[in-house]
């Protein structure tokens, strides 16, 4: 019988509201993920790149176009991480772009309300990603920060995508929906999956029955944030424009 502590837990430093709220600095050295899982993703200290652990590796892709391996004492305010058994492995044989792998795994899955592991080794004749820019105090509103993300546009790109899909009943605790990253098979390239199309690949999927969230300094990054408010709605109006 596999030990659910470890095979079947999607863990999570700090809450996507925070995030929302700017709370940027660092919480928990990324060595500590490391006691968590093997796969996973995040940022780091404000908000300084995009997360990517692929095999028990943590990797930073940087507004500047690079990814880099960071200092594990560097702190993350926010990452998702498990340890990867995958219950489910299959080859693409076909292209298919972001869409159709999310309604192809949906379809594998089958229960919208659990938390799902995702890794796909694959070949891109197109990915296109976004990477966080490292951010000074007073911190900017999260939607001026996701609104200047740097872009970079990649070609025919063998690589490996990580991440989750994330309940609904999470709104507020973590991102609804899928969250992706990529990093490239030379790990030169990566970061936050915007699109793609890819040409052929495997997906593996892995359910994760339980949640842990860890708040370190006895909830210190939570302190003074109106919960009462609806800061993902509020984001993403902001995101958009609306009012």
Known sequence: MKDQRTTDTVTQVSILNALLASRFDGCLPCRKLLEYGDLGIGTFD?????????????????????????????????????????????ALGEPVDLPALEKVIDEKVGNPNVFCAVRVNGFFSRMRTH???????????????????????????????????CPPYVKGINDTGYHLHFLSDDKTLGGHIREFVMDRGTCAISICGNHLVIVPEEGAALA?????????????????GER
């Open 131 to 165: 990477a966080l820019q490292m951010q000074s105090k007073p911190y900017p509103p999260t939607a001026d920060v996701v609104r200047a993300c740097v872009q970079f546009e990649l070609k025919d790109v063998s690589g490996t995508i990580v991440g989750f899909r």
């Open 46 to 90: 404000r908000m300084e790149g995009e997360m990517i652990m692929v095999d028990g590796s943590i990797y930073q892709a940087k507004a500047d176009g690079r990814v880099y391996t960071p200092d594990l004492d560097n702190r993350t305010p926010f990452a998702t991480v498990c340890h990867f058994h995958p219950e489910q492995t299959w």
């Open 224 to 240: 003074g944030i109106d919960m009462s408010r609806d800061l993902v709605d509020e984001f993403h109006h902001a995101l958009s």
